[in-house]
């Protein structure tokens, strides 16, 4: 018997396994263009910026090792700590349009015919250019001849120089931020809503419980996960907040733009336009571990809040 079991026995043929094989060939082959994307993209242009955020680098010439100069520069800027406050209030401003994307993700499910049309209506701005959309709110925030300021005067309000005035500027920004992530959140808390057993309302149904009551005890609980997801998108998406700045405040000459800077707009600033390109690489990475940090604080919180049941 053993004589006879033996000869079924695989013995090894001394090959090796793994990458040297065609199976292995082909796996590292699929994987390599995402792999040298992410070194290219994203690994070597971290580590650069990391370097050069303990380097000064000037506009020619080599550049020269000064430790953790900048960061102790930055830490005494005034502009910085202003930029600081300037993103955290816009972020604040940003996460303030996610319940009124959950009312109305919960409003459009209602609709029986033309939800999709709802959708898309809602989710032109996330696919619309940022100049473009810049470009449009300028004119209807312009102090002079704006349409807010046109439709403001038909109810007695005086209006504002709201992207002149350091007061509205962030404020200004904010109610664009809303209305361009709006479409996004739509739909990825309809997707939430889509989710959630019918069998759920109609029991509660049964025990008396109206659309209110349904709302706060059954669709927001068992939403929570797709909200945690979208404000970990919206806090991310709002401490790199540039582009409204840019469009919006630059070329005009606009006296409200020294108070109005974000903190990606600052490093825009520094790099790019005083050509201080190590100061504005510790600005960056600063940026980089605020988002870590908010990220992490979010994910530790979210176990007090999000129901994955």
Do not use: C
């Amino acid at each position: 018997m053993t004589n006879v079991a033996t000869k079924f026995v695989r013995r090894p043929t001394g090959r090796r396994t793994g990458a040297s094989t065609p199976s292995g060939w082909w796996a590292l082959a699929f994987i390599a263009p995402a792999t040298i994307g992410l070194v290219v993209l994203y690994l070597w242009p971290f580590l650069s910026t990391l370097i050069r955020s303990f380097q000064d680098v000037p506009a020619f010439g080599p550049a020269t090792f000064v430790g953790i100069e900048n960061y102790t520069t930055l830490i005494g800027d005034g502009d910085f700590w202003k930029a600081f406050g300037n993103s955290a209030l816009y972020t604040a401003i940003i996460l303030l349009g996610i319940p009124l994307a959950i009312a109305l993700a919960a409003l459009i499910e209602q609709v029986g015919r033309g939800r999709a049309i709802y959708r898309v209506l809602f989710f032109l701005p996330v696919v619309t250019l940022p100049v473009a959309i810049g470009m449009v709110w300028r004119f209807i925030y312009n102090g002079d001849f704006g349409l807010l300021n046109y439709v403001l005067s038909w109810f007695g309000v005086d209006g504002q120089f709201w992207v002149a005035d350091p007061r509205f500027t962030i404020f200004a920004f904010g109610v664009v931020g809303i209305w361009m992530g709006l479409g996004i959140n739509l739909i990825i808390l309809g997707a939430g809503l889509q989710a959630i057993p019918k069998a759920l309302y109609e029991a509660s149904a049964l025990d008396g419980a109206g659309r209110v009551r349904q709302f706060f005890h059954i669709t927001v609980p068992l939403l929570s996960p797709s909200i945690f997801f979208v404000t970990i998108l919206n806090v991310i998406a709002a401490l790199q907040m540039f582009d409204l700045i840019f469009i919006m405040l630059r070329g005009v000459n606009n006296t409200a733009l020294a108070d109005s800077k974000t903190i990606v707009y600052l490093f825009y600033e520094k790099a790019f336009v005083q050509f201080h390109q190590g100061y504005g690489a510790a600005i960056a990475i600063v940026l980089l571990i605020v988002i870590m940090i908010a990220t992490a604080l979010q994910f530790r919180l979210q176990r007090s809040w999000v129901f994955y049941g």
